[in-house]
């Protein structure tokens, strides 16, 4: 899979938005990018994914590039709930047949 | 989305026990199961995959013989870190994905467990 590029580090105030960048310029056609997220003390959890076309979900909006080479994850309105480290990961095909990679993510802070 | 189980959720044992943790996927079948390990203000690290029925196919540096896997069920994996030390000392997280064709994509999504917290001694 192909390698992602993310800021160590984000810090936001509660109820603010939150726009969590990924750079993957290595991305491929078939690559859909993914984002999961990682509370303190559990397990990973997934956020949202996508191919091309920006995404909406309710926890979470992604906007892709047109170059596909970057995308932003956008919390609409942090709350403290959100703190977490989020991780963005490539995987060819949509869910893909290789376990999921992990790089080192981005820790957000969230401030009341 | 699937929920998948691990048991324990922390354990603390003495150096050169054994323990076992249990990974289960509640509500789908899981054909496959990871198990990755994370240590503090680290990301998290494959060690294995195990398909059920099947051995367990491990990550390079990750010692088999001391990380025993049983994936003997369709809804149940079992690490063992045998002869743990305080290396050993981890968070344990297990996932679990399903493979079954036309029952919506969420079946071929990767779940994760909650983690089991390993502090040895």
């Known amino acids: 899979d192909a390698k992602t590029t993310q800021p160590n580090s984000m810090e936001s105030n509660e109820e603010e938005p939150v726009h969590l960048p990924c750079n993957h310029s290595?991305?491929?056609?078939?690559?859909?990018i993914h984002w999961y997220r990682q509370l303190p003390s559990q397990g990973p959890e997934y956020v949202i994914h996508?191919?091309?076309s920006n995404v909406n979900n309710r926890m979470a909006s992604l906007a892709i590039a047109e170059d596909r080479k970057s995308s932003t994850l956008i919390l609409h309105r942090a709350t403290l709930r959100d703190a977490a480290v989020y991780y963005c990961?490539?995987?060819?095909?949509?869910?893909?047949?290789?376990?999921?990679?992990f790089g080192k993510g981005t820790r957000l802070s969230v401030i009341a | 989305g699937a929920v998948v189980s691990q048991h324990p959720s922390w354990v603390i044992c003495k150096s050169g026990t054994s323990v076992k943790i249990e990974c289960r996927s509640l509500?789908?079948?899981?054909?496959?199961m990871f198990w990755y390990r994370q240590f503090p203000k680290q990301s998290l690290m494959l060690m294995a995959t195990?398909?059920?029925?099947?051995?367990?196919?491990?990550e390079q540096g990750v010692e088999k013989d001391k990380f025993l896997i049983n994936h003997a069920s369709l809804t149940l994996s079992t690490l063992t870190v045998t002869s743990a030390h305080p290396e050993d000392s981890s968070f344990y997280i297990c996932?679990?994905?399903?493979?079954?064709?036309?029952?919506?994509?969420?079946?071929?999504?990767?779940?994760f467990g909650p983690g089991t917290r390993l502090t040895v001694l």
């Open positions: 195990s398909n059920e029925g099947s051995k367990a196919t491990y």
């Open positions: 509500d789908f079948q899981a054909t496959t």
């Open positions: 990961i490539l995987r060819a095909g949509r869910w893909g047949n290789t376990p999921l990679v």
């Open positions: 290595t991305i491929s056609g078939t690559d859909y």
């Open positions: 996508g191919l091309t």
């Open positions: 996932s679990a994905r399903g493979g079954e064709e036309g029952r919506g994509s969420s079946y071929n999504e990767q779940f």
